[in-house]
């Protein structure tokens, strides 16, 4: 099992092989972590981006880092949050398992991820966190990934991330 670590900071600084860019459709850039991604990877990020024709809601695709720390970034597009009747928690798990599946095709051993849905596009937290954290444990062993690093951006963040990682893996019944 890899290590899943939650972790207060800012994800363009981080050093793993691949950092989760929280994108929209477009995956021309917009704000929050999308935002600090392309300025602190440089405008070749925005040029490779340009030629991948954006992205669907619950599906990623990866281009180099350039100037950051981490080789890759794997840019998903989240589910604008709608109340919860429109497949949110679907979807965003779907962002999730996506980044594990480009992660062994890039043969990604180091992994961080943003709280993806929770800034802008307004997913309630908590409930994000529960399936950042369940999704990640089910298929982390089908990648090569030994370590996952959530990373919040303030206090609060870490601390919902802290309390579901120190609570014991729920075992499937039957
Ligand atoms: P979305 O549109 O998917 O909601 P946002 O970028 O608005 O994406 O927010 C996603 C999460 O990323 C939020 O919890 C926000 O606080 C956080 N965030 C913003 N900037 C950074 C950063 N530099 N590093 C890590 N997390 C960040």
Request: proline fraction near 6%.
């Amino acid at each position: 099992m890899a290590e899943l670590i939650a972790v207060q900071g800012d994800i363009t600084t981080m050093r793993v092989d691949a950092i989760v860019n929280a994108a929209n459709t477009s995956l021309l850039g917009g704000g929050g972590v999308d935002g600090a991604i392309h300025r602190a990877a440089g405008p070749e990020l925005l040029a490779e981006c340009r030629k991948l024709g954006g992205c669907e809601t619950g599906n990623g695709k990866a281009t180099p880092g350039f100037h950051l720390p981490a080789k890759w970034v794997f840019h998903v597009v989240g589910p604008v949050w709608q109340g919860g009747g429109h497949d949110e928690d679907d979807l965003l798990s779907n962002c999730y398992q996506r980044c594990l599946e480009l992660a062994k095709a890039h043969h990604v051993r180091s992994i961080a991820f943003p709280a993806i849905s929770t800034g802008i596009y307004q997913f309630p937290p908590k409930r994000a966190a529960r399936i950042a954290i369940d999704t990640v444990r089910e298929h982390v062993d089908a990648s090569d990934v030994e370590v996952v690093r959530f990373v919040c951006f303030d206090r609060e963040t870490l601390e919902i991330y802290e309390h579901i990682l120190e609570e014991p893996p729920r075992v499937p019944i039957g």
